[in-house]
């Protein structure tokens, strides 16, 4: 069965930074997108970043563009999200998660928030 367990979320002032990782096994499928998606409490679930299983190619919502990272290790069948730069506006609890019908990181159900297997979440607290 498809397992993603998360690590690495906590605590952190503004500026500072953080780096999440998600180890995943049980995955079937050639090709999939993977990533974060993250949800503050009286929000709504908003995509943050993607990586294709397929080629590598990366989506970042605007909001992370420029502080926030993803990459993965084939290897260590792991994605990672490296989050600098925080702002008290990144708090939330993030989940790893994947589109499985998708690889397409721009076109995947990550965008949206929204995907077919999750983590059990890990909270990023951002404050000074």
């Known amino acids: 069965q498809v397992q993603l367990v998360e690590s690495g979320g906590g605590s952190a002032q503004p500026g500072g930074s953080l780096r999440l990782s998600c180890a995943a096994s049980?995955?079937?499928?050639?090709?999939?997108?993977i990533g974060w998606v993250r949800q503050a409490p009286g929000n709504k679930r908003e995509g943050v970043s993607c990586?294709?299983?397929?080629?590598?190619?990366?989506w970042h919502a605007d909001s992370v563009k420029g502080r926030f990272t993803i990459s993965r290790d084939n290897a260590k069948n792991t994605v990672y999200l490296q989050m600098n730069d925080l702002k008290s506006a990144d708090t939330a609890q993030y989940y790893c998660?994947?589109?499985?019908?998708?690889?397409?990181?721009?076109?995947?159900?990550?965008?949206?928030?929204?995907?077919?297997?999750w983590g059990q979440g890990t909270q990023v607290t951002v404050s000074s």
């Open positions: 998660t994947t589109d499985v019908y998708d690889a397409e990181c721009e076109t995947s159900s990550l965008v949206s928030g929204t995907g077919d297997y």
């Open positions: 990586i294709s299983s397929m080629d590598g190619r990366t």
């Open positions: 049980g995955f079937t499928w050639e090709q999939y997108s």
